[in-house]
């Protein structure tokens, strides 16, 4: 395995992370402690010390496992988990600097640790990335030591170039992959000259890139991939049907 420094952080990671989100629910299969547990643990064997997680996965079961599975082991795991995506609906309005810290004591609750390595805002409208008030909320929780370091997992690149104004802004979470290409030619040259982390999500969008969806692929009614941007169910989850339709895919 290699490894690389985390922008700002400092910290030793591991160049391929793990994501958790088929650990807790939304991929069509129920949730199963045991084989969170198996490849929670599998991965750390091959030598991944980062692992991403977030409170809206399955209801914080895979915060749970994620937790005690680092609990599990000797070497440090870095845990980074998002917060936001509970407040419904989905609002600028709804984001209040009461209800992230709640949002993040839970997740100290649910993954039984006593410091969150990473605290990340969770894709939230593009009005909350102008508000001082929710930035400086995790600057006191840093200082109250809850968290270690904060982040953003964003939509657009122009929501990662604001958030990066930000000191305590340590990582930026992004698509990117071979379909989601504008990152590198608008934002990683800033995200380098302010020592920004960058951690890629849907690298292999959501499976399309892994080589194993063909034309006859069907998923099932509770995949996230079951659905279009607006909540549409698909008939055939086509290849070129779920790159028009999935909202991860599109500019």
Known sequence: MSFRILGKTGWKVSEIGLGTWQVGGGWGKAFDLKKANLLLHTA???GINFVDTADVYDGGLSEAAVGQAVRERSEKIYVATKCGRRIQPHLNEGYTTERLRRFVEDSLRNSGLDRLDLIQLHCPPSEVYGRDEIFGLFEDLRSEGKIDAMGVSVERVDEAEQAIKYEIVSTVQIIFNLFRQRPADVFFHQAKE?????????????????????PSTTFGKDDHRHFNREGKALIKAKPSLVFRSQKPFLQ
């Open 194 to 214: 302010a020592d920004i982390g960058l951690i890629i999500r849907v690298p292999l969008a959501s499976g399309l890139l892994s080589g194993k969806i063909t």
């Open 44 to 46: 750390f064997d091959l």
